[in-house]
């Protein structure tokens, strides 16, 4: 048997946090679908270098272009404005041990904030664009502005299309699977799956990956 969830907000469901329903939709806890973590880099308008804590993305593309397409980010966000004026980001990936690291650029987000500095990274120069890299990085991509498009048009997110214009890779990581797929690898973001039974809400889960078989 299959538990049926539709568009109408399910009145069971409790919220984690009071604004919680507020900010996501029930169906992202409802599918509870894991998406990689990682920060997205930018400068401030007044010069200051910024860090966004991100996830709700993917990434592919054609043998013509690749794609970063971040699927939902707050039009409210500095990393937005950033990115509507200087029409490029790079995206950096760190392991979980950068973790609370990232959660410091969160809780220091004022404009005059100095956002490398507050997570303790190093700043290196994007080689094609104009954005600060974290030099801790496992992976950087540095990425041109393509698109953004407000899927829902309440205002509120926007689907911001970056075009991938290089990529740095870490030495370490450039063999093999052991460094990128597991404790030193992608972060993934597990979002607080709702007890569809009970209504009950559940924490968002940080993962790593483990690989079960080769294709
Ligand atoms: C795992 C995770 C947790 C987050 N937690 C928060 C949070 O508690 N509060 C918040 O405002 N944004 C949170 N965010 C969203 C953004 O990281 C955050 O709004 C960011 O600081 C916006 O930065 P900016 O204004 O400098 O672009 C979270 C993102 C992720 C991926």
Not at 168 to 173: I, L, Q
Not at 186 to 196: E, G, I, N, T
Request: with cysteine; glycine share 6%.
């Amino acid at each position: 048997m299959k538990i049926s969830i539709g568009k109408e907000f399910p009145q069971y469901f409790q919220p984690a946090y009071p604004e919680e329903f507020e900010l996501f939709s029930h169906f992202e806890i409802t599918a509870g679908i894991p998406t990689v973590l990682f920060a997205i880099t930018t400068w401030k308008e007044n010069g200051k270098p910024n860090v966004c804590f991100h996830s709700w993305s993917c990434f592919h593309g054609d043998k013509t272009a690749f794609f970063a397409v971040m699927g939902n980010l707050y039009q409210h966000t500095h990393t937005y404005a950033n990115i509507q004026r200087e029409q490029c980001f790079c995206i950096n990936f760190l392991p979980i041990s950068a973790y609370d690291q990232l959660v410091a650029t969160i809780h220091h987000n004022d404009e005059e904030t100095d956002e490398f500095s507050a997570g303790h990274f190093s700043l290196v120069h994007a080689k094609t664009i104009h954005a600060p890299m974290i030099q801790e990085a496992f992976i950087n991509m540095e990425c041109t502005l393509k698109e953004t498009r407000d899927l829902s048009g309440a205002g509120i997110t926007s689907m911001v299309i970056g075009q991938v214009q290089h990529i740095s890779v870490e030495e370490t990581y450039a063999q093999g699977y052991e460094k990128r797929y597991g404790k030193d690898g992608f972060m993934m973001l597990v979002p607080a799956p709702q007890d569809l039974i009970t209504g009950e809400p559940n924490p968002s889960a940080i993962a790593t990956v483990h690989i079960e078989k080769y294709d």
